[in-house]
Every structure is written in structure tokens, then in C-alpha cells.
């Protein structure tokens, strides 16, 4: 069983920054993918950006100029660096984890990944 607990979601003004944080209780297993999704209103739950213990990293097109994965040396946390932040991005976000190849890591597919965290508000005013 994998434990995940994200933090750092709150309220921003729109061109603001935010980092969330995800800490897992997962071994370092083999082929571990951890990742963001997020869900607004209205919305299918959407990935955003995750990494592979093989240390690759994507970030959803959309928002590569704006989102990044900084690289930590604590494989159990993960992070989401948001900035310039717009109305658009809130929404729900949400930790998850699965083992999974790297190439299937990179496609950010939700129904992919088994451990889910509770979720952490963002909350961006215009």
C-alpha cells in the first residue's frame, strides 16, 4: 500500500507561483512513476507532469513554459513547481503513483495509476 499526502495548495493571484509537494510512503520500487493530475469543475481529471525513478520527467504541452518538475534527491518527494499562474489552473491536484515504464509514465493517462492522494486545492483569482 502506497500513502500519499500532497501539500502547498492555496490561494494566488493570477501570474503568482505555488509549490505542491507530494510525500509517499513508497519503497523505491522499480519502475516507480509518480505524477500530478488535476480536476476542475466540469473537467476530466487531467495529468500535469511526472517523473520516473529512471529520472525522466514530462510536463503536460500545454504547460511546460509555465509548470516544471524541480529535481530533489528524496525519491519520496515530489514536487510541482507552478508558475505564472492563471484562472485556468485551479482546480483539484492530485499525487499518484504506479509502476510503470518510463514511456508509459511520460503519457500521464490517469487510469494508469493505482495510489492516489487526497488532493490539494489551488485557488487562482484573476
Known amino acids: 500500500q502506497v500513502q500519499l499526502v500532497e501539500s502547498g495548495g492555496g490561494s494566488v493571484q493570477a501570474a503568482g507561483s505555488l509549490r505542491l509537494s507530494c510525500t509517499s510512503s513508497?519503497?523505491?520500487?522499480?519502475?516507480?512513476?509518480m505524477s500530478w493530475f488535476r480536476h476542475a469543475p466540469g473537467n476530466e481529471r487531467a495529468g500535469v507532469a511526472g517523473?520516473?525513478?529512471?529520472?525522466?520527467?514530462s510536463v503536460r504541452d500545454a504547460l511546460q513554459r509555465r509548470f516544471t518538475i524541480p529535481q530533489n534527491n528524496d525519491k519520496n518527494i515530489l514536487y510541482l513547481q507552478m508558475n505564472s499562474l492563471e484562472y485556468d489552473d485551479t482546480a483539484m491536484y492530485y499525487c499518484?503513483?504506479?509502476?510503470?515504464?518510463?514511456?508509459?509514465?511520460?503519457?500521464?493517462?490517469?487510469?494508469?495509476?493505482?495510489?492516489w492522494g487526497q488532493g490539494t486545492q489551488v485557488t487562482v483569482s484573476s
Open positions: 499518484a503513483a504506479a509502476r510503470l515504464l518510463s514511456s508509459v509514465c511520460r503519457q500521464l493517462r490517469p487510469r494508469e495509476f493505482g495510489f
Open positions: 513508497a519503497y523505491i520500487y522499480s519502475n516507480l512513476c
Open positions: 517523473i520516473h525513478n529512471d529520472g525522466s520527467t
